[in-house]
């Protein structure tokens, strides 16, 4: 599995859009970007994933890069309980998910 | 149940005892996951399943640990003769197949303290 790259914290102003980038310069075609948080002492929580298009749900937006080497996780109006350690991760086939360190996201009020 | 279920939430033991922890997964997956998570840590990969067999073991740390599945349900990850460094949270996730499209389920954790 492709190696990530993410900043080991980040804050961001209750109310406004957190934007969480990921560097993933090894990425293979066949691997897809996952997004996962984790809120302290439950277990991890998946937010959205893609392939080459940019992904929206109800929790977030996915933008990939054209080259793939790059992605980034958008919050768009961040609240307090979205404080938590976000993990950026690529994943092959039937591999599991190696979760790197992650961002620790402070939500300020 | 509606999502992945772990039993115990906590265990404590003492060193040298031999300890089983349970993982019911959503109905229907084929695939089942065991991480471990120490104390302000990442995840670490210890093994996966589809349906009863393992492909993928290369993450256990030690022949003390053990896991196995029955009838593409439960899994139990054994660990004998544990020792402090065993201490961690035991996380188990599932997923419809085993898949690069396929979104991991986790559940809430077995938290292992080694006396």
């Known amino acids: 599995d492709a190696k990530t790259t993410q900043p080991p914290s980040m804050d961001c102003a209750e109310g406004r859009a957190a934007n969480l980038p990921c560097n993933h310069s090894?990425?293979?075609?066949?691997?897809?970007v996952y997004w996962y948080r984790q809120i302290h002492s439950q277990g991890p929580q998946y937010i959205i994933h893609g392939l080459k298009n940019n992904e929206t749900n109800e929790m977030a937006s996915l933008i990939i890069t054209e080259d793939r080497k790059s992605s980034t996780l958008i919050l768009p109006h961040a609240t307090l309980r979205d404080t938590a350690v976000y993990y950026c991760i690529v994943k092959t086939g039937a591999n599991n998910l190696f979760f790197g360190t992650g961002t620790r996201l402070t939500v300020i009020p | 149940g509606a999502g992945v279920s772990q039993s115990p939430s906590n265990k404590v033991t003492e060193k040298g005892k031999d300890v089983e922890l349970r993982c019911d997964p959503i109905s229907g997956h084929t695939a089942l996951y065991w991480y471990r998570q120490r104390l302000g840590q990442g995840l670490e990969f210890l093994i996966y399943f589809q349906g009863n067999s393992a492909p993928d073991k290369s993450g256990l740390p030690s022949d003390r640990f053990s896991a196995e599945r029955t009838g593409e349900s439960v899994s139990t990850l054994t660990i004998q003769r544990t020792q402090q460094e065993d201490s961690a949270v035991y996380l188990c996730?599932?997923?419809?197949?085993?898949?690069?499209?396929?979104?991991?389920?986790f559940g809430s954790g077995t938290q292992l303290s080694v006396l």
């Open positions: 996730a599932s997923s419809r197949r085993a898949a690069a499209n396929e979104k991991l389920f």
């Open positions: 090894t990425i293979s075609g066949n691997e897809y």
